[in-house]
């Protein structure tokens, strides 16, 4: 058992790998949630609406986020345990929508851990952007802000 | 695929307090490990009774992140155009247990919360609910209409 590392709190990550968004994982991350609108799943409906290729779902940010976030919450010494964690929120925020072919690279951002209660709420953001020519943050894509609830030991 | 042949709405048109839609999402144990392998979230209180229950669940819960991703389908299908959800965002307000055998039932109905004619938005309440109990909250999603 540990406990979480309150130190972490403003902690920012350098930009992780990039994510490369293709068609088929589009499809079936749409398929999952039961998204059946056309612009997921057929290219010409997509291109038809004015995108260069198959749109994402809006909650399809979290699969790009989570790889990200994976930098802090499986740091040992920022004591996350796993089984004690609930998620409380989570936020998108789409400055365009993610499409096919994208390049995606995360900036994380730890921006909060309150403890109150016997819970502490760590609360993450991930800045996605447009990986540039060179691999570096570009267009600022969407942002993920999401909170998880962390019970203590004796709660 | 006709059904989805639906133009996005005019926001000069629409009144708050006005019904989107509803629709039901059932959900099995066989569509969380689906969406376990799409989302990349194998945590295993969502698919392993022995583990869920081992940490103080009733049983298997839905992932969260599936109850919120499949609600706003409602409101992709009723913009027309799901690339026009700008913003999205919920409260986790209580776990979904997915029996087995047999299934949970997510109910979501869509209503519009608030207009914004100088940004061009609308934004959907949605009402995410099992049972008659609601396990989503403060769920919107900001539709950009111009």
Known sequence: ???INLDYAGRTYAPNAAYSVGREKL???????GATHPAHHDVDAARGSGYPDLVAPPTFAVVVAQRAEA???QDEAAGVDFSRVVHADERFTHHRPIVAGDELVTVLHVDSLVARAGITLVTTRCEIHAAGADGTPGELVSTVVSTLAVRGEDA | MTEHAVATPDLGSLEVGQQIG???VVVDRARLVRYAGASG????????ERVATQVGLPGVIAHGMFSMGSA?????DWAGDPGRVVDYQTRFARPVPVPDPGAATLVVTGVVGALDAEAGTAR????????GVRVLAKCQAVVRLV
């Open chain 1, 1 to 3: 058992m540990t406990t």
């Open chain 1, 27 to 33: 499809r079936e991350f749409a398929a999952a949630v």
């Open chain 1, 71 to 73: 930098q802090y919450l």
């Open chain 2, 22 to 24: 509803t629709r039901e």
């Open chain 2, 41 to 48: 979230d194998f945590n295993p209180i969502h698919w392993n």
């Open chain 2, 72 to 76: 706003v389908a409602l409101v992709e």
């Open chain 2, 124 to 131: 959907v309440d949605l009402t995410v609910a099992v049972e």
